[in-house]
């Protein structure tokens, strides 16, 4: 069964950090281009990272420096390590794969599979 299961998100006050991760089953996500995207109310989901098979790394401007992508290929991970955080990171995050392409895909209607999300909440 194909599945990504997102866990880490919480609740946490600004300039603090997170570590979400995300494990994937039924298929090898280093074959692929995966990422992670957020959705904050009323708003369209982004493209905050994403990381190709061949370890190219894409990051929205927003959070370039402060977050960091990774993968496990043992674990068949991947990983958002979120630093400084700021209110306006508050969101739904979703980590997703693309199995058609094994490329940097940044578009959320590329991604075929979907995780149910995890909520961050940066708060003071």
């Known amino acids: 069964q194909v599945q990504l299961v997102e866990s880490g998100g919480g609740e946490v006050q600004p300039g603090g950090s997170l570590r979400l991760s995300c494990k994937a089953s039924?298929?090898?996500?280093?074959?692929?281009?995966s990422g992670w995207f957020r959705q904050a109310p009323g708003k369209e989901r982004e493209a905050i990272s994403c990381?190709?098979?061949?370890?190219?790394?894409y990051y929205t401007d927003s959070v370039k420096g402060r977050f960091t992508i990774s993968r496990d290929n043992d674990k068949n991970m991947i990983y958002l390590q979120m630093n400084n955080l700021k209110a306006e990171d508050t969101a739904v995050y979703y980590c997703?794969?693309?199995?058609?392409?094994?490329?940097?895909?940044?578009?959320?209607?590329?991604?075929?599979?979907w995780g149910q999300g995890t909520q961050v909440t940066v708060s003071s």
């Open positions: 997703a794969a693309d199995r058609t392409n094994s490329g940097l895909a940044q578009v959320p209607e590329e991604y075929d599979y």
């Open positions: 039924g298929f090898k996500l280093d074959y692929y281009a």
């Open positions: 990381i190709s098979s061949s370890d190219d790394i």
